[in-house]
């Protein structure tokens, strides 16, 4: 089963609007990947972060790892038709064990 | 630079037949791992090589195995198949195993 837990399963989104993705873990990780995966593809590889209460923004997405290094954020502004796709995240537990993905649809 | 290549994109196989999944790293990555993708467990750990060793294992049956090669390409073998391991099986390699992964494409498996 899932060691790094992900909410929400599926995100239905208005275009223009933002949504945020959540991850959480019960144990404390040394790092935290996000990855994309588009419809018929394999997961892109996104972010890493490391450190505790890291962010970082890629243009509309920013990313954030909790203090506690057991959770992290993925929200995304101002949502487009290329924000398609389902977003992992990723810890080491051993080995990187993913989340179960959050599924955005956009309506356009 | 040229990706992560998996072969063969689609394999159908019977139940209790076995089959055999290559994945071809990123020259220079050393650590190559192995995932289930269904769409009711998404993607699940199998098993992560680094020169050639056996690092981390998932937690799937002994029916699951792999090996790598010196030159870090990797094999993933499933015997005795059954309905259940139908899925999409993804290789990701990466410099070490901490590393960002980079995925291939994936071998679609359908066991009948």
Same mark, same amino acid.
């Given at each position: 089963?899932?060691?790094?837990?992900?909410?929400?399963?599926?995100?239905?989104?208005?275009?223009?609007?933002?949504?945020?993705?959540?991850?959480?873990?019960?144990?404390?990780?040394?790092?935290?990947?996000?990855?994309?995966?588009?419809?018929?593809?394999?997961?892109?590889?996104?972010?890493?972060?490391?450190?505790?209460?890291?962010?970082?923004?890629?243009?509309?997405?920013?990313?954030?790892?909790?203090?506690?290094?057991?959770?992290?954020?993925?929200?995304?502004?101002?949502?487009?038709?290329?924000?398609?796709?389902?977003?992992?995240?990723?810890?080491?537990?051993?080995?990187?064990?993913?989340?179960?993905?959050?599924?955005?649809?956009?309506?356009? | 630079?040229?990706?992560?290549?998996?072969?063969?994109?689609?394999?159908?196989?019977?139940?209790? &037949?076995?089959?055999?999944?290559?994945?071809?790293?990123?020259?220079?990555?050393?650590?190559?791992?192995?995932?289930?993708?269904?769409?009711? &467990?998404?993607?699940?750990?199998?098993?992560?090589?680094?020169?050639?060793? &056996?690092?981390?294992?998932?937690?799937?049956?002994?029916?699951?195995?792999?090996? &790598?090669?010196?030159?870090?390409?990797?094999?993933?073998?499933?015997?005795?198949?059954?309905?259940?391991?139908?899925?999409?099986?993804?290789?990701?390699?990466?410099?070490?195993?901490?590393?960002?992964?980079?995925?291939?494409?994936?071998?679609?498996?359908?066991?009948?």
């Amino acid at each position: 089963g899932q060691q790094v837990m992900q909410i929400p399963q599926y995100q239905h989104v208005q275009e223009g609007e933002d949504f945020t993705t959540y991850c959480n873990s019960s144990t404390t990780l040394s790092n935290i990947q996000w990855y994309k995966q588009r419809p018929g593809g394999h997961p892109v590889f996104l972010i890493q972060l490391v450190k505790s209460g890291e962010v970082k923004k890629q243009k509309r997405l920013t990313f954030q790892f909790g203090e506690a290094k057991k959770n992290s954020s993925l929200h995304i502004t101002a949502t487009q038709t290329t924000d398609v796709g389902t977003y992992f995240c990723a810890g080491l537990t051993p080995g990187l064990s993913f989340g179960a993905g959050t599924t955005v649809t956009v309506r356009a | 630079k040229a990706g992560v290549t998996q072969t063969p994109r689609y394999l159908i196989k019977t139940r209790g &037949q076995q089959v055999t999944l290559s994945c071809s790293p990123i020259s220079g990555h050393r650590s190559v791992s192995w995932y289930q993708q269904t769409p009711g &467990q998404g993607l699940q750990f199998l098993f992560e090589y680094f020169s050639e060793t &056996q690092r981390n294992k998932g937690n799937f049956p002994g029916r699951f195995s792999g090996r &790598q090669f010196s030159n870090s390409r990797s094999e993933m073998n499933v015997s005795t198949l059954e309905l259940g391991d139908s899925a999409l099986y993804l290789c990701a390699s990466s410099l070490a195993g901490v590393s960002p992964l980079h995925f291939g494409n994936g071998t679609r498996l359908t066991v009948t």
